[in-house]
């Protein structure tokens, strides 16, 4: 396809350069806002440790909040920033430079915040007069709180100190060298990236499909040693920190880090492990459909028959039949032009709301979109938020596929989201992955069940396949990364482990998981390919995708059900998601996620599309 027309993103409006005036001055300012609260926590230390009952606790909250908000605007502006420009250009060595900056102001911060915590706490029978006397800080009672609670799974100042300034040099970047061999692996062959090949996963040629499957594998083999290396180091920093702060299990950390209760996780595990039977169900189906109409390797070569489930590499197979082969409008097989995604996108946006549709336009007219595939550029898709203008840019790798539509539509669903926290504080614009993921796959169910509706015949068994196949990702192969990070952390915790381990692990994951779904052809090296394992941030960067995509299905039930007034509540109900828990917002809009029957019930949307998937197969 023509590349021309894929668009770079433009960053002028947030700063034209890292050597701009501007962007200077706002690292300036990052530092400045620091000393201003160095000295309001300087003060409350004083009066705190002569007790002094002159101290004006909410008073000097007030101040102190107020003051954080600018740090905390600027803190996310600059992250971002160094972020977005380093990963278009992993090895650029001024981007590499100054993240590094930016990562060692952020230090300062994370030590200022350790301090403010310990204040706080001893301060805390203050806090019922502060939201008497300031009623405008009512919102942050359960950040307030949650930072108390915080205080249990934190070592010494010192340490915690010394703890993030060592990550710098450990853990992520550890995670930046994952990073860097992942975006600039090449295929000498073909010329292909890694992120190229990763692509052909969805090629209508099955040929192709297993031939760059396999090329994968060899690059991935010969950078095991590397991989490992990272993966067992960071995970091995991740098993110290914990232990010292007080987690009895890594995913402890996740479930408070995503504001969610482990009832709501383990009822949300259990009713995904019950689905399985249903899930395999597809995954045959449509590894005898593939191999029927000769769309595998398997079935080309005349080697049909061994297995009854899908090789790894059909696991995003078009099923395709040649029926709508010749049709120019078909939504599934043509190649897509950058700018009809973007019409498409908007339209499906306009028809849930029209200010949903009017931020789509925007994000797309005003350059917040870096679409083009090109060498050094992280793979994948990814949204980043701006507190500077309350602007997002999109990443994303855009080929043309139908898939690359669902992606933009994901993405710009977490733009979205941010969207509708515009004038709140910053201290609100962190929301749990949980509640984050809703709103993407929201916005990509919208686009999938326009194309269901409007499909008929073989279009309509692509359709179902296409949303049977993410479905399947964010449910099945979570729950296979979700059960792979476990089993790390668990042997982590007393041994070092090698790529070989780190194999065996994912195999004993996919078969748990996958079951008899998946062939004998399977990808014992996914844990060198995701890069979720790799974040020092968040462990377990996956139950909340599941938790997302259900979740989802159910506010789209009630969006059919009431119709177009929904845009309104949906809208409200992301404005709260950075100042509640993931029970409480849920309960608010009228869900119980503690208990298994109300995943069960999003689940059986999917067990819908099952049946009528099977049947259009026969």
């Known amino acids: ?16 350069s890292i050597e701009a005036p501007e962007y200077k001055q ?27 009952d002159n101290f004006d606790f909410p008073a000097w909250l007030a101040a102190y909040l107020e003051a954080e908000n600018k740090v905390d605007e600027l803190a996310g502006t600059l992250n971002a920033y160094a972020y977005v420009i380093y990963s278009v250009d992993t090895t650029n060595t001024d981007y590499l430079n100054n993240i590094s900056q930016i990562e060692e102001m952020g230090l300062r911060v994370q030590q200022l915040d350790l301090t403010f915590k310990s204040i706080l706490l001893s301060h805390a029978k203050h806090l019922d007069d502060f939201y008497a006397r300031y009623p405008q800080y009512a919102e942050y009672k359960f950040l307030l709180q949650e930072a108390i609670d915080e205080t249990a799974h934190q070592m010494s100042n010192a340490e915690e100190h010394l703890a993030g300034e060592l990550q710098r040099t450990g853990g992520d970047a550890w995670g930046r060298l994952h990073e860097q061999i992942i975006s600039n692996a090449k295929d000498f062959e073909t010329g292909k990236t890694f992120n190229e090949l990763r692509n052909d996963a969805y090629a209508a040629d099955a040929a192709l499909r297993k031939s760059s499957y396999e090329k994968e594998l060899a690059l ?30 890594a995913i402890d950390r996740a479930l408070a880090s995503s504001r969610m209760s482990r009832k709501t996780l383990d009822a949300l595990i259990g009713a995904i492990e019950e689905s399985l039977p249903l899930w395999r169900r597809y995954f045959t189906a449509k590894a005898k459909y593939l191999r029927k ?33 010749s049709k120019t409008d078909s939504l599934l ?24 549709g009017d931020f789509a336009r925007n ?15 992280v793979g994948g898709a990814y949204d980043e938020d701006f507190a500077k203008g309350h602007q997002s840019r999109i990443l994303s790798n855009f080929t043309g596929a139908f898939n690359d539509i669902i992606t933009l539509a994901h993405e710009l669903g977490h733009a979205y989201h941010f969207s509708c926290l515009k004038g709140k504080p910053a201290a609100f614009f962190s929301y749990p992955m949980t509640l984050a993921e809703t709103a993407s796959t929201f916005a990509e169910t919208i686009v999938k069940q326009d194309m269901i509706a409007k499909a008929d015949g073989a279009e309509k068994l692509q359709i179902l396949d296409l949303d049977l196949q ?40 996919q078969e748990k998981s996958y079951g008899a779904g998946l062939g004998t052809e399977r990808h014992e090296y996914m844990w060198a390919v995701k890069s979720h394992y790799y974040s020092t941030g968040l462990d377990f960067y996956n139950f909340p995708y599941a938790f997302g995509q259900l979740f989802a299905a159910g506010l789209y039930a009630r969006y059919q059900k009431e119709g177009a007034s929904f845009a309104k509540t949906y809208a409200e109900l992301l404005s709260n998601t950075g100042s509640m828990s993931c029970e409480d917002l849920c309960k608010k809009a009228g869900f119980d996620i503690t208990t298994r029957d109300f995943w069960k019930s999003g689940i059986e949307m999917y067990a819908k599309e099952v049946a009528r998937f099977e049947e259009l197969c026969r």
Request: net charge negative; glycine share 4%.
């Open 1 to 16: 396809m023509n590349t021309t027309s894929i668009p770079r993103w433009n960053l002028d409006s947030i700063f034209a």
């Open 26 to 52: 706002a690292v300036a300012d990052y530092a400045a806002g620091m000393d201003t609260l160095e000295n309001l926590l300087d003060t409350a230390k004083d009066f705190t440790r002569n007790q002094n």
């Open 363 to 377: 994000a797309f007219d005003s350059g917040w979109i870096d679409a083009e595939v090109r060498a050094g550029k």
């Open 333 to 356: 097989s043509k190649t897509w032009t950058f700018a009809e995604a973007r019409d498409y996108i908007i339209e499906r946006y306009n028809s849930f709301s029209t200010a949903m």
């Open 470 to 509: 993410d479905a399947s990702q964010v449910l099945v192969d979570i729950l296979c990364r979700f059960y792979f990070e476990r089993s790390v952390f668990a042997e982590r915790a007393t041994r070092e482990l090698s790529s070989a381990d780190f194999c065996r692990l994912m195999r004993e994951a």
């Open 293 to 325: 109409h000769q769309l595998t390797a398997s079935a080309v070569s005349g080697t049909s028959g061994k297995d009854a489930g899908l090789a790894f590499y059909d696991l995003f197979a078009p099923m395709n039949t040649g029926d709508n082969s």
């Open 220 to 249: 991935l083999k010969q950078n095991e040693i590397a991989i490992a290396a990272a993966l067992n180091n960071l995970k091995g920093e991740t098993v110290a920190l914990n232990k010292r702060r007080h987690w009895n299990e």
